[in-house]
Nanobody, 116 residues
Framework: VQFVESGGGLVQPGGSLRLSCEAS????????MSWYRQAPGKEREWVAV????????VYAESVKGRFTISRDNAKNTVYLQMNSLKPEDTAVYYC??????????WGQGTQVTVSS
């Protein structure tokens, strides 16, 4: 099982970024996929989830209305479109398969820094 996150960077407050996560080693379309983030000195927190088929989504209150999670099962990839970014969104962002969390597989993450 492998997750490779990309798309992070430095952006000004109010800006946008689109993160990608390519997954491998399991039947991607059968699993719910989530994004998580970890800010310096804080615990990792859940951001959003999308079901395997049908694409139902749920968001953390802190990002609702600003972030959009989506997936392309043909590419084994999950995305996170982040708009109206705030300094408090600064963190390392990770993806994972919900049903595989117990095995503690994590990628290297992608750094998002929101600063003027």
């Amino acid at each position: 099982v492998q997750f490779v996150e990309s798309g992070g960077g430095l952006v000004q407050p109010g800006g946008s970024l689109r993160l990608s996560c390519e997954a491998s080693g399991f039947t991607f379309s059968s699993y719910r996929m989530s994004w998580y983030r970890q800010a310096p000195g804080k615990e990792r927190e859940w951001v959003a989830v999308i079901t395997g088929v049908g694409g139902s989504t749920v968001y953390a209150e802190s990002v609702k209305g600003r972030f959009t999670i989506s997936r392309d099962n043909a590419k084994n990839t999950v995305y996170l479109q982040m708009n109206s970014l705030k300094p408090e969104d600064t963190a390392v962002y990770y993806c994972n398969a919900v049903e595989l969390l117990q095995y503690n597989y994590w990628g290297q993450g992608t750094q998002v820094t929101v600063s003027s």
